[in-house]
């Protein structure tokens, strides 16, 4: 495995590419996070009881170590696993510590360690990925999502889709991988024998209304219904939903206006022309979404337009810095519609 690389191509393996490190870091989504961790154990045949789990939110870098280099009384050439879920806590108390321990580890050990993010211009990442493997767990671009929902689906699910169903999917829940694995499993439930399902099944299954709302949130800024949008925001809160888990499937579809407006204005740069319908297609609007996302594009306009990935980045930032309580995250994401808007 080289640098930077993704989870995807461990977890359809139907073996280790390769001799398994002392050092394994899986970063990003925490749903690929625990499927990759349980896939790594199985390909190496380490029994789960046999690791040792730690909580990097509270344990010390100094007990893992101890995990890690104690020897086995009676067997010697047992290999010592340590597994330290949330460990970005463990990474900020203890980073010298944690790089001399990647640069040279015991050979007879394994230390898994499952992290929220992992720059890779730090010090850490780069002997992580010389002498380990770093394991990246979130969406990537281009169609790489859509052929994992297929695979999921028909390995975990027994559902047979196609690459259209497959995208209706992604596009009703957004880059969300637990909640990806959830609405297969209810989509499974409508398959026949043969694991296939209908279009039209497929669209009564998938999308709890909590997340058909979050779409109808979106829908309502883009085209300046405020108070509509703002409705349906306290609608969802109300049922319990946090506002970090409305932001993403928010993002999944506003960056895509933004890549869109982005693409035209290169374009201009290089003095060609690219048409709108064209630039939604190439940001990942479906053929049967291009008429309103044209006409909801055209009313966002291009400041707003190319303001949009800003704008998302900053209420990303807001929901997990400034406004992390719950009244704060719902007082931003009132601010991000309202802007949104236009009004």
């Not at 509509?228 to 319990?240: D, P, R, S, T, Y």
């Not at 190319?306 to 406004?323: C, I, P, V």
Request: hydrophobic share 45%; charged share 25%; aromatic share 8%.
């Amino acid at each position: 495995m080289s640098k930077g690389t993704h989870c995807f191509d461990l977890l359809f393996a139907t073996k280790l590419p390769r001799d398994l490190p002392s050092v394994v870091v899986a970063f990003g989504d925490g749903f690929l996070r625990q499927q990759t961790a349980q896939k790594l154990l199985t390909l190496a045949q380490i029994n789960v009881e046999d690791a040792k789990t730690f909580d990097g939110e509270s344990c010390l870098w100094r007990d893992v170590h101890d995990e890690l280099a104690t020897v086995s009384l009676f067997d010697p050439d047992e290999r010592r696993v340590a597994i330290v879920k949330q460990g970005d806590d463990l990474v900020k108390a203890a980073r010298p510590q944690l790089e001399k321990w990647f640069a040279a580890p015991v050979p007879s050990s394994l230390l898994l360690l499952e992290l929220s993010s992992f720059a890779a211009n730090t010090k850490l990442y780069k002997i992580a990925a010389e002498k380990g493997w770093c394991l990246e767990c979130a969406a990537p671009k281009g169609k790489a999502t859509e052929e994992w929902i297929k695979k999921w689906a028909a390995n975990v699910h027994k559902l047979t889709l196609t690459g259209a169903q497959c995208g209706f999917i992604l596009d009703r829940v957004g880059p969300e991988f637990g909640l990806l694995d959830q609405e297969l499993a209810k989509a499974a439930l409508y398959a026949g024998d043969d694991g296939k399902i209908a279009d039209d099944q497929l669209k009564t299954a998938i999308g709890s209304w909590r997340t058909q709302t979050v779409w109808e949130i979106v829908a309502a800024a883009v085209e300046g219904r405020t108070a509509n949008a703002l409705e349906q925001l306290h609608k969802v809160i109300q049922a319990g939903e946090s506002p970090m888990a409305i932001v993403p499937q928010m993002s999944w579809s506003l960056r895509r206006f933004g890549n869109a407006t982005h693409l035209i204005a290169q374009a201009e740069r290089a003095r060609q022309k690219l048409a709108l319908r064209d630039a939604l297609a190439r940001a990942g609007f479906r053929p049967f979404e291009l008429g309103q996302a044209e006409a909801q594009l055209r009313r966002l306009g291009r400041v707003r337009g190319l303001a949009m990935l800003e704008w998302l980045l900053e209420l990303d930032m807001k929901l997990k810095l400034s406004h992390s309580k719950e009244d704060r995250g719902v007082f931003a994401i009132e601010e991000f519609i309202v802007r949104l808007a236009g009004d």
